[in-house]
């Protein structure tokens, strides 16, 4: 997950060799060797919800092709799609780079991971990618930050390319969960992030030119226990380290005390585990830039 900014005054030189702004970010997660951890779990139970698919663009990607991961985070997404087609460029871009993986050689020719802002890509990067990949920044980003993000993902796509994004929806469960997603609300509204932004992305990426826009359902379980995979118990512990995770906005911003926050946290669990029927609700954006004007 990548951390769009807020308005700040520093600065720093990326890789294309621009001074660009570094600022606040919205972002209410932690990025630290815990959070990278849940992010390869997450990527693993994303993949087999998924059936194994990485791209989901009609897309044949070719060597040469240029691709691009969005809040690239861990890079779980990129090795994987890379390790499916090795002949491909790849670029990862997040703000925070600490839980960036070490490349081999091999993958060095292939790969580039740099700290970078979806809300300001590159000048130099204008129509330069087949595919743009980006998952999860429903905790990164604002109305407007979702505006600002689609056209510059736009911008940077090929004549003819895709983007695809991932984005999760509701929990389907009982009445803990109920009441803990009452209080991500609170938190996203004082925020200043799009809690619903799987209502507003198909509309967003038809007001920025996209064409060919499809929507993919997908459920994943994180209720009951005895799966012989052990996936659904995965996801509830990447999920719900997710919520763990926004301890401190929500203690910080006095939503909850630290103490029923944790409260929360345990009863929203022990619900997922009893009720096997429990499930959030994931959706996959497709769309794709017009093709040049023969």
Known sequence: MSCPPENSSQSEQRSDGQIHP????LYILPTDERERKRLEIQNEVLRH???DRTVFAPIKLHAGDKVLDSGTGSASWL????????DVAFRGIDLKI???PELDDEQKQQIHL?????????????????LLNQRLLIAALSQENWNTALREIYRVLAPGGWV??????????GEATRKHYAMLQDLFAKRGLLFNCIDHIPNILKDTGFDNITAQRHEIRV???GDEDRMTAKAR???????KGMQNPVVTMGIRTEGEFKELVEDLEREWESHAQSKIIFYVFIAQKPPASV
């Open 22 to 25: 570094v600022a606040k970010s």
């Open 49 to 51: 919800a998924f059936g």
């Open 79 to 86: 090795l994987d799609c890379y390790n499916a087609n090795k």
């Open 98 to 100: 600490s839980i960036f």
């Open 114 to 130: 740099d700290a970078g802002n979806v809300l300001q890509l590159p000048s130099n990067w204008t129509g330069e990618f087949q």
């Open 164 to 173: 695809q994004l991932v984005e999760s929806g509701h929990c389907v469960s």
């Open 223 to 225: 209720g009951g226990a």
């Open 237 to 243: 512990e990447s999920f719900v380290g997710v919520y």
